[in-house]
């Protein structure tokens, strides 16, 4: 393959950057760059960033309840990456590994601890689900594929079991050299406090800002919850996960006020959200956290370097010489636009991010 440069583009902040890549890998990066004997993409005014990361979809085509297609949510949206968060367990995830080695968009998953995925709503409802050493194995011979477990904790998920599925994912964890963990959280029970106050530094807590009294929103004094702010302090990973029923504006703009920001920003994807929203695609829940409060380099910081380093993957995530080339190229278009959250609440913005390019290993794709 040639080398090519995308010639003309910005950063974020503003600072004109030039981009080289070959054979899959970023080549150099600077403000300007020689272009003589090389392919050149003339990307004049706009801006690049390194390839988008989607740290929770539901993307296995095979399931019922929650599915969709890698490329629909991943590169036709402007997204390099999507991690696919507990769609599959052991039973049905090299199914899906099949499935994924085939598309444009890079895909990685998270294992779900029971081994049957989200077949139905309540997967570990029944603990006979989770058998530790399947997950272990998955992870053992998927290095390549699995970067994460997750739990659902929440009650139509866990049932009368409590905290006790989120007590296995730990143990799982541990075995297994501190493998990045995923907590959905939602209605009670398992109250939240009890939930957080298992989960350790690096754990990524997604749904942070749902709109339920289970949340980390006090419904009667419209506060942050102080053991939400003490996970947070820990170092507990707030991800957005915004989903059909779990992002609220509010509960975001009293988290920023209070001083929580979101580490990290995805969307909980899956055909149906997709198609009749509140989702729509990354590009619509960056636009929420902006008129939240977000700046626009934070939230790409939020879906780029942020998820690279929550889910390890070393070599994504920067615009830098030797990191894959995985690059997002956008542009900003001045006109109104109503946001929904996923209680029916509306903000309205009039400055909307376009992908224009995505680069995946060096493959360009248009938008």
């Not at 040639?2 to 004109?16: D, F, Q």
């Not at 949510?73 to 696919?84: A, N, P």
């Not at 367990?89 to 444009?104: C, D, M, R, T």
């Not at 350790?200 to 419209?222: A, M, P, R, W, Y």
Request: hydrophobic share 35%; proline share 3%; net charge negative.
């Amino acid at each position: 393959m040639e080398e090519i440069v995308l010639k003309g583009g910005k950063l974020i902040t503003g600072e004109s950057c030039d981009i080289a890549f070959k054979d899959s890998k970023i080549t150099q990066v600077a403000p300007s760059i020689d272009t003589s004997d090389k392919k050149v993409i003339d990307i004049t005014g706009k801006f690049v960033s390194a390839g988008w990361i989607d740290d929770h979809v539901h993307c296995f085509e095979k399931m019922n309840l929650y599915y969709d297609f890698p490329d629909q949510v991943g590169v036709e949206k402007g997204v390099t990456t999507v991690i696919d968060a507990g769609t599959t367990g052991a039973e049905n995830i090299q199914s899906f590994y099949q499935l994924a080695k085939k598309v444009k968009t890079n895909v990685f998953a998270m294992v779900n601890i029971s081994k049957t995925g989200i077949v139905a709503q309540d997967e570990l409802a029944d603990l006979s689900n989770v058998e530790q050493g399947l997950v272990s194995k998955v992870i053992q011979d998927l290095p390549e594929f699995v970067v994460g477990i997750k739990a659902r904790m929440s009650k139509t998920v866990v049932g009368k079991n409590g905290v006790t599925p989120l007590e296995l994912a730990k143990q799982i964890q541990e075995e297994n050299q501190g493998i990045p963990l995923m907590v959905h959280i939602g209605s009670a029970p398992p109250e939240l406090s009890e939930t957080l106050s298992l989960m350790e530094k690096g754990d990524v807590l997604t749904h942070c800002f749902n709109g339920k009294s289970n949340g980390i929103l006090d419904q009667d004094t419209s506060k942050i919850k102080d053991f939400a702010h003490k996970a947070y302090d820990k170092g507990v990973v707030f991800d957005i996960g915004h989903g059909t029923d779990s992002f609220n504006f509010k509960v975001a703009e009293v988290a920023l006020q209070e001083g929580i920001k979101a580490n990290s920003i995805s969307t909980d994807i899956y055909i149906r959200n997709r198609k009749n929203g509140p989702v729509y695609d990354l590009a619509t829940t960056l636009e929420k956290l902006h008129v939240v409060g977000y700046s626009w380099p934070e939230i790409i910081e939020k879906i780029t370097v942020a998820p690279a380093k929550n889910f390890k993957l070393s070599t994504k995530g920067k615009l830098e010489k030797d990191y894959d080339a995985d690059i997002t190229v956008f542009d900003f278009v001045s006109e109104e636009k109503v946001l929904t959250d996923s209680n029916g609440f509306t903000r309205n913005t009039n400055e909307q991010i376009k992908p224009v390019k995505t680069i995946i290993g060096g493959q360009v794709y248009d938008n």
